[in-house]
């Protein structure tokens, strides 16, 4: 099984701050990587596939980057509503997995 | 409009049976994969298992194996997830999901992406005596 595994797990931000978080995969996958956003007690919504292309309906502040091992997703300016917690996912194998999620909370 | 609705959760005892429900609407559901992910409390996500459109390819995470079923009905817009031999750390938000499948650039190597698009609002499942 391909291990996911975020940092950090959290972390306190500022409303406009640039936020990085980081995905590594225990193999290689290409770009076959996701990035999913979670607010509490709601479902996961995508916001990038392939590593890099921004799901429709996506703020361009969010974005994506990476390849084979290493991944990052990063929100250029923090909003409001971007208070939440974030997953990667691969899906280069047959059996998914998800990282362990990263929250990101009120500085 | 696009939706799934879990149903089909509860409190069950260990060793106890369930059996989740996923209605879709709003689209083909037989032109769709369907996965089910779970989340326990206050952990992260963790993929369950898949299913193809027609029900002939079906994937489940190795530690969920011998105990869980996916199934699906296209004539009811129906996906299910059959639970047996429960045990506490299989508590948990249950959600289904649809699967998209996009062509890769050539560039990455060609193939398709993956990814899941639309979510249920999830149906909890507590094993507990």
């Known amino acids: 099984d391909i291990q996911m595994t975020q940092s950090p797990s959290s972390l306190s931000a500022s409303v406009g701050d640039r936020v990085t978080i980081t995905c590594r995969a225990s193999?290689?996958?290409?770009?076959?990587l996701n990035w999913y956003q979670q607010k509490v007690g709601k479902a996961p919504k995508l916001l990038i596939y392939?590593?890099?292309s921004l799901h429709s309906g996506v703020p361009s502040r969010f974005s994506g980057s990476g390849s084979g091992t290493d991944f990052t997703l990063t929100i250029s300016s923090l909003q409001p509503e971007d208070f939440a917690a974030y997953s990667c996912?691969?899906?280069?194998?047959?059996?998914?997995?998800f990282g362990g999620g990263t929250k990101v909370e009120v500085k | 409009e696009v939706q799934l609705v879990e149903s089909g959760g509860g409190l069950v005892q260990p060793g106890g049976s369930l059996r989740l429900s996923c209605a879709a609407s709003?689209?083909?559901?037989?032109?769709?994969?369907m996965h089910w992910v779970r989340q326990g409390p206050g952990q992260g996500l963790v993929w369950v298992s898949r299913?193809?459109?027609?029900?002939?390819?079906?994937s489940y995470a190795d530690s969920l194996k011998g105990r869980f079923t996916i199934s699906r009905d296209n004539a009811k817009n129906t996906l299910y997830l059959q639970m047996n031999n429960l045990r506490p750390e299989d508590t948990a938000v249950y959600y289904c999901?649809?699967?998209?499948?996009?062509?890769?650039?050539?560039?990455?190597?060609?193939?398709?992406?993956?990814?899941?698009?639309?979510w249920g609002k999830g149906t909890t499942v507590t094993v507990s005596s």
């Open positions: 999901a649809r699967g998209y499948r996009l062509v890769a650039p050539a560039a990455t190597g060609g193939g398709y992406y993956f990814y899941m698009d639309v």
């Open positions: 709003g689209f083909i559901f037989s032109t769709f994969r």
């Open positions: 299913i193809n459109s027609d029900g002939s390819s079906i």
């Open positions: 193999q290689s996958i290409s770009t076959h």
């Open positions: 392939g590593a890099s």
């Open positions: 996912q691969q899906t280069y194998s047959t059996l998914l997995s």
